[in-house]
């Protein structure tokens, strides 16, 4: 008798288990969701034609933002750059044409040697950047 209440309970546990948990179809379709939330916190298209003057302006503002400038690619268009303060923080931009008028821009955070999910510190950089290019499209330097 004990052993078919153990059965029992094995099977009611494995059954309720279960049935709480995704199939792989919808892990699959939250892990996706979830990925193209970063993305859009980690892109952003600008209307610029010149990529030379959007990386200059992604090196200033990596530096206006507390970062040093480890890595200058001009022919891929990536800039990387590490903020060591109570923490170390490695942000990686890459910058690509899109067509003739505009220029794709995305950055990579990592904190230590994790990669960044959370929107802010792209935001912040996002934020920055669209401010110097502004002033860079209007003049001021």
């Known amino acids: 008798m004990k052993t078919v209440t153990k059965l029992i309970a094995i099977s009611l546990f494995c059954v309720l288990g279960t049935a709480c948990q995704m199939d ?13 939330a970063l993305r859009a916190a980690q892109s952003r298209i600008y209307d610029v034609a010149d990529q030379k003057v959007t990386i200059r302006t992604v090196i200033s503002t990596l530096q206006d933002l507390g970062f040093t400038v480890d890595r200058v690619d001009r022919d891929l268009g990536i800039v990387s750059g590490t903020k060591v303060e109570d923490y170390k923080l490695r942000m990686t931009v ?21 990669a960044v999910s959370d929107a802010e510190p792209y935001q912040q950089f996002f934020n920055a950047l669209e401010q110097a290019i502004f002033l860079e499209a209007q003049g001021v330097n």
Not at 24 to 36: G, K, P, T
Not at 94 to 114: L, S
């Open 94 to 114: 890459t910058t690509r044409a899109r067509g003739d008028t505009q220029i794709v821009v995305r950055a990579n955070a990592q904190f230590n040697i994790e």
């Open 24 to 36: 792989s179809r919808q892990q699959i379709l939250a892990m996706d969701s979830s990925q193209v």
